[in-house]
Each structure stands twice: as C-alpha cells, then as structure tokens.
C-alpha cells in the first residue's frame, strides 16, 4: 500500500509564507513525477507545480515566482514553498505523484491539507 501525506497548511495572512510537505511511504521501487495540486470552492482543482524525478520543475503561471516546489529523493518527500500569498491562493492543496511498484506505474493523491488565508 502506498500512501502520501500532507502537512503543513494552516492560517496565513495575504502576503505571508507557507510550506507544505508531502511524505510517501510504502512498498514501491521509486517514484518519478510529483506533483501539487489545489482545489478552492466551487472550482475544479488545477496543476500548481510539478517536479520530475531529475528535479525539473513546471509552475502554472498564478505561482511563478512566488511558489517552488522541491524533492528529496532520500527521504521521498516533496514541498512547496509559498510565499508572497495572495487572496486567491486560499485552497485545499493536494500532493500527487507517479509510483513504480514492481514493474507498473500507479498515480497516487494524498487527503489534501487546508490552506485558508484569512483576508
């Protein structure tokens, strides 16, 4: 079974910073793609960033230059950084990423950690 999980959201200002981590665990060979995703009320939830096994990262142009998402392929975690927010970030923001177990690839969703910002 292999699982992700979210921490790291809570409470923040518009103009403050958060980083959220996303940790996998399991019995899996290695994981390539991760990803985070957001999802506000009322809105389908969108690609934020995405970062391959190599450490090549992709940004939706709502976050360049205030977000970055990075990896530690040693302890199978992956983060966003996140600062300069804005009143639209407020979301539920959820991890995801391609796993390799045994010879197949599977994609995974963590639950989601909150990220309210108070106005």
């Known amino acids: 079974q292999v699982q992700l999980v979210e921490s790291g959201g809570g409470l923040v200002q518009p103009g403050g910073s958060l980083r959220l981590s996303c940790a996998a665990s399991?019995?899996?060979?290695?994981?390539?793609?991760m990803h985070w995703y957001r999802q506000a009320p009322g809105k389908q939830r969108e690609l934020v960033a995405h970062?391959?096994?190599?450490?090549?990262?992709n940004y939706a142009d709502s976050v360049k230059g205030r977000f970055t998402i990075s990896r530690d392929n040693t302890k199978n975690t992956v983060s966003l950084q996140m600062n300069s927010l804005k009143p639209e970030d407020p979301a539920i923001y959820y991890c995801n990423a391609h796993f390799f177990v045994g010879s197949q690839g599977f994609g995974y969703w963590g639950p989601g950690t909150q990220v309210p910002v108070s106005s």
């Open positions: 399991g019995r899996f060979v290695s994981i390539s793609d």
């Open positions: 970062i391959t096994s190599g450490g090549s990262t």
